[in-house]
Each structure stands twice: as structure tokens, then as C-alpha cells.
């Protein structure tokens, strides 16, 4: 399992990389090897504000649809277009081309309750 240093994670298994109050957000390595074959990810809450921990779409794989938790309150300013054509991205890069979200943070200092790299990995080898 892949984990880069430079993100942040959630409990939820979604990684954050944060520059500045914009974020690129996606579902990590663990979660994607997990879910198996994505077949199409579901984002309906482009220019939405949310907060954190709020479902902002769902992704879909062969066997099961699983939501998608918003790491930090923000707007979505944009959804991968990829996605719509080449979902399996998220399986094949999921922390670059399948990159689902990119948000405009409210308060980047939420980032504080997030994971980093070796506690994510502790966490879900416990």
C-alpha cells in the first residue's frame, strides 16, 4: 500500500492534499484496493458548501456503492471531469488522476484533526 507523505487522511480512508485554503481530495490506496473495480463515481455537489464529514458523492464498484466524506468544510469548485469516461482511475491513481474533488477550505486549520501518513497506516493495519 501507497500512503505519500504530503497527504493527509481520513478515518473514512479519503486523503486531502491541502495548498494554501485549496484542497485536491480523493480515496486512498487501502480504500480503492478495497472497494476493487470502480465502475463510475457519483459527485453531485459541484459549487455546494459542506462540512466536514458531510457525503459529497458516492463511488461505485462492482460489488458495492460506497459514500464519500468530505475531509474539511469547503465549496467543491470542480469534479474530476476524468471520472465520467475512466472511473477505474481511481483504482489505477488514486492519488493523482484519480483525484475526485478539489474544494476551497474554510478552515484550513481543520486539517489539524486529520492523519498523517504512518497513522493512517497504523490505523488500518490494526
Request: zero cysteines; aromatic letters at 8%; glycine letters at 6%.
Amino acid at each position: 500500500m501507497n500512503f505519500p507523505k504530503n497527504l493527509l487522511y481520513t478515518k473514512d480512508h479519503e486523503w486531502i492534499r491541502l495548498e494554501g485554503n485549496t484542497a485536491w481530495v480523493g480515496i486512498t490506496d487501502y480504500a480503492q484496493n478495497e472497494l476493487g473495480d470502480i465502475v463510475y463515481v457519483d459527485i453531485e455537489t459541484l459549487n455546494q458548501k459542506l462540512a466536514a464529514e458531510s457525503v459529497f458523492g458516492t463511488v461505485e464498484a462492482v460489488k458495492t456503492v460506497s459514500d464519500l466524506f468530505l475531509p474539511l468544510s469547503g465549496t467543491i469548485t470542480e469534479v474530476n471531469p476524468q471520472l465520467n469516461s475512466q472511473p477505474e482511475l481511481v483504482n489505477s491513481d488514486p492519488y493523482g488522476a484519480g483525484w475526485m474533488i478539489k474544494i476551497i477550505v474554510d478552515n484550513p486549520t481543520e486539517a489539524d484533526n486529520l492523519l498523517k501518513a504512518d497513522a493512517y497506516a497504523s490505523m488500518i493495519s490494526a
